[in-house]
């Protein structure tokens, strides 16, 4: 039985990762408690050689208490250099865990219009990590084992525990009173500065249209009034952090001159050493330094908990539910059973009912007026979005369920804006895999663009990107197109190829599909063009996403009243008439 990523699969996800991260700080925290054991080395030390050392002056005594105190330090910096290292290793096995199911998630947002959102969390994943290495994650182990210098400063004398008992008590207060300051203002700073970045990052994505009809003077004051609001916020939590961080520093070193002053009188009373003086007032500053650390430290708290927030949503949110484990290449048909689909969100269905049959060496023109939801349907036919209702099955599997892997091996995919991705030509082609140099070549002369690939600076091996080579319009499609013929898949979608080629990649992308037919394929072609149609077998006719008519191209267009046929268009019909009304969805 094949499993599948749901929900609860990334529930159990996300606990193993809490579970095991919480087992590290418990490692770390034993840890710290001998750590901390270990820091009273140098108080003790000085106790000992200003009370029994300088009095008896014994060189003996001396050397031993140096020989302890050394052994003592070395054990606490290999054990501080173990700790660095657990959270190292929490921090890296974190990432490692969380990387590929974040990644994952972030493609189903994308998809979803949330790839702004998406991309945050992938940086609030290193975030985390970033946290987690870093040293304020440390501190409520610090904290933890404070009752440790409490208990040694009580043993010197009562008033020392009292006076670093209140002064520890004023500490938590004030990280309190931080916490309600700062907490909701910095959660707020933090949505606003992630709202920000959606905008801009979506705004981005359009330079073009923003550069040619000046819209950006009215985009940057958008942008700078939002990026106002945030630093406002962001700024009246940090100022409210600070303030408080510097009282609880002036409050500390105030308790050590309590501390000192205390033990100076407890010196002229007779009551402790002066030794003692001196180690409590040691004692006392590493008793108060975590929670001092921990107000100073505070915001980090605050982000990289929103951070983890947002992680956690995300994976709860957005991991589809597919299944895992690879199924092999199927020679089936393709079956769409009363499909369904609205979008998130909204009630009223882009498609209803469709139901069609596509078999093996079929080629299918899907053809409407704009808005009909032939895009959408091409999105659903290769397991991009899931059904509302109904289903597409090829072979009796699923398409939305199958596994992405296995079921990239059998579709070839050309959406209408055709995307090449940061790497070379031969790489984009060969999906980003290990390429086939024989399965590259194979695909480009299918689509025609071997020889203008060969034209180019470095050929196959060319960059593309943002600091690749620069292509047309319908060189990046006929270089998707190639990518979509890629490997022979057995079922390939073309959501308007031919929309920036000319004439001669237009019966290039003719030939490539007589091609694929001739090889068992089944090609589902969505085209605003008409001539392009004149290759399909079957026309599937959507109206207002219904079908309206479905059956071999012949019988389709021989439906339609001559007189409605353009007469320049040779086969033209409805398939004319329809084009003609528009393209897109």
């Known amino acids: 039985m094949k499993q599948t990523a749901s929900r609860p699969a990334a529930a159990d996800l996300i606990h193993g990762g809490q579970k095991a991260?919480?087992?590290?700080?418990?490692?770390?925290?034993?840890?710290?408690?001998?750590?901390?054991?270990?820091?009273?080395?140098?108080?003790?030390?000085?106790?000992?050689?200003?009370?029994?050392?300088?009095?008896?002056?014994?060189?003996?005594?001396?050397?031993?208490?140096?020989?302890?105190?050394?052994?003592?330090?070395?054990?606490?910096?290999?054990?501080?250099?173990?700790?660095?290292?657990?959270?190292?290793?929490?921090?890296?096995?974190?990432?490692?865990?969380?990387?590929?199911?974040?990644?994952?998630?972030?493609?189903?947002?994308?998809?979803?219009?949330?790839?702004?959102r998406a991309s945050q969390a992938i940086r609030d994943l290193n975030d985390i990590r970033s946290f987690i290495t870093g040293s304020a994650i440390g501190v409520p182990l610090e904290a933890i084992w404070c009752p440790i210098f409490l208990a040694v400063l009580f043993a010197l004398h009562p008033i020392y525990g009292l006076v670093a008992l209140v002064s520890a008590t004023i500490l938590v207060v004030l990280s309190l009173v931080s916490d309600l300051l700062t907490r909701r203002t910095l959660k707020r700073a933090n949505e606003a500065a992630v709202d920000s970045l959606s905008e801009i990052s979506a705004s981005l994505r359009h330079a073009e249209a923003i550069e040619a009809m000046g819209m950006l003077p009215a985009l940057a004051r958008r942008w700078r009034a939002a990026q106002m609001r945030t630093l406002d916020l962001l700024d009246m939590g940090t100022r409210r952090g600070r303030a408080i961080a510097s009282i609880t520093r002036s409050c500390r070193y105030m308790m050590q001159i309590a501390a000192l002053s205390a033990g100076a009188m407890l010196v002229i009373e007779q009551?402790?050493?002066?030794?003692?003086?001196?180690?409590?007032?040691?004692?006392?500053?590493?008793?108060?330094?975590?929670?001092?650390?921990?107000?100073?430290?505070?915001?980090?708290?605050?982000?990289?908990?929103?951070?983890?927030?947002?992680?956690?949503?995300?994976?709860?949110?957005?991991?589809?539910?597919?299944?895992?484990?690879?199924?092999?290449?199927?020679?089936?048909?393709?079956?769409v059973d009363r499909l369904v689909f609205a979008p998130p969100g909204s009630d009223i269905p882009v498609l209803k009912g469709v139901s069609f049959a596509l078999s093996p060496g079929e080629v299918l023109g899907i053809v409407g007026p704009s808005a009909a939801g032939k895009s959408t349907l091409a999105r659903l036919m290769v397991g991009v979005l899931k059904p509302t209702a109904g289903g597409i099955y090829l072979d009796g599997h699923s398409v939305y369920l199958w596994e992405r892997g296995s079921f990239g091996d059998m579709v070839g995919y050309l959406p209408q804006s055709v995307s090449l991705l940061d790497g070379t030509i031969r790489e984009n082609i060969a999906r980003m895999r290990e390429a086939d140099p024989r399965l590259v070549l194979e695909a480009a002369r299918l689509a025609g663009v071997h020889e203008m690939i060969g034209r180019l600076p470095l050929g196959y091996d060319t960059q593309l990107g943002e600091a690749g080579q620069v292509l047309s319009g319908g060189q990046r499609?006929?270089?998707?197109?190639?990518?979509?013929?890629?490997?022979?898949?057995?079922?390939?979608?073309?959501?308007?190829?031919?929309?920036?080629?000319?004439?001669?990649?237009?019966?290039?992308?003719?030939?490539?599909?007589?091609?694929?037919?001739?090889?068992?394929?089944?090609?589902?072609?969505?085209?605003?063009?008409?001539?392009?149609?004149?290759?399909?077998?079957?026309?599937?006719?959507?109206?207002?996403?219904?079908?309206?008519?479905?059956?071999?191209?012949?019988?389709?267009?021989?439906?339609?009243?001559?007189?409605?046929?353009?007469?320049?268009?040779?086969?033209?019909?409805?398939?004319?008439?329809?084009?003609?009304?528009?393209?897109?969805?």
């Open 271 to 335: 009551e402790v050493s002066p030794g003692s003086m001196v180690a409590a007032s040691i004692i006392m500053g590493r008793l108060l330094l975590p929670f001092d650390t921990m107000v100073d430290g505070w915001r980090q708290w605050v982000f990289a908990l929103a951070a983890w927030r947002r992680v956690r949503d995300l994976l709860e949110n957005q991991t589809p539910a597919r299944e895992t484990k690879p199924t092999p290449r199927t020679e089936g048909e393709l079956i």
């Open 477 to 585: 499609q006929r270089i998707g197109l190639a990518r979509a013929l890629y490997g022979n898949p057995r079922l390939i979608v073309l959501d308007e190829p031919n929309a920036n080629l000319d004439a001669e990649g237009e019966q290039a992308l003719m030939r490539a599909i007589d091609s694929a037919r001739a090889g068992g394929a089944m090609v589902a072609l969505i085209a605003h063009r008409p001539s392009i149609m004149q290759i399909a077998d079957k026309l599937l006719v959507l109206q207002d996403g219904r079908v309206s008519q479905f059956g071999p191209r012949t019988a389709v267009v021989g439906t339609i009243d001559p007189g409605e046929r353009p007469a320049a268009v040779a086969g033209g019909g409805r398939v004319a008439v329809l084009a003609r009304e528009g393209r897109g969805k």
């Open 21 to 116: 991260f919480f087992l590290g700080l418990l490692y770390a925290g034993v840890l710290s408690g001998v750590i901390n054991l270990l820091q009273l080395t140098v108080p003790l030390f000085m106790l000992q050689v200003h009370d029994r050392v300088v009095n008896s002056q014994s060189l003996d005594t001396l050397v031993m208490l140096i020989i302890i105190a050394a052994v003592a330090l070395v054990l606490f910096g290999v054990l501080d250099f173990v700790r660095a290292l657990t959270f190292q290793v929490m921090g890296s096995a974190l990432l490692r865990k969380l990387n590929l199911p974040v990644l994952q998630a972030a493609v189903s947002a994308s998809l979803g219009r949330s790839g702004a």
